[in-house]
Nanobody
Framework: QVQLVESGGGLVQAGDSLRLSCAAY????????RAWFRQAPGKEREFVAA????????RYADSVQGRFTISRDNAKNTVYLQMNSLKRDDPAVYYC????????????????????WGQGTQVTVSS
């Protein structure tokens, strides 16, 4: 079994930066693609960013392209989401997820393709 634990959320002002971390425990998933999704109150969970096992393929939602960067450290079994220039549209609970497929080279943005989820970390942006 795999357990994903997010950290790094908090309250920041618009324009500030945050870095989220997602550590994996249990069996190694260093060969699995990982992703970040977010869910704001009253809205569906939406894709934010994904990265394949080697880091050679990444994908971002249009709303965060150029502001957010996903990366991973397989030695630490950890994925990061660097969030810069945070906007009033960014507040949500951010969830880390691990792909149900092994060693997918081209990442997927589909929620149902991710089998393991963290508990989420809250990001709040004040104006």
């Amino acid at each position: 079994q795999v357990q994903l634990v997010e950290s790094g959320g908090g309250l920041v002002q618009a324009g500030d930066s945050l870095r989220l971390s997602c550590a994996a425990y249990g069996r190694s998933i260093s060969m699995d693609a990982r992703a970040w999704f977010r869910q704001a109150p009253g809205k569906e969970r939406e894709f934010v960013a994904a990265i394949n096992w080697s880091g050679s393929n990444t994908r971002y939602a249009d709303s965060v392209q150029g502001r957010f960067t996903i990366s991973r450290d397989n030695a630490k079994n950890t994925v990061y989401l660097q969030m810069n220039s945070l906007k009033r549209d960014d507040p949500a609970v951010y969830y880390c997820a691990a792909d149900r497929a092994y060693s997918r080279l081209v990442v997927t943005t589909t929620l149902e393709d991710y089998a393991f989820w963290g508990q989420g970390t809250q990001v709040t942006v004040s104006s």
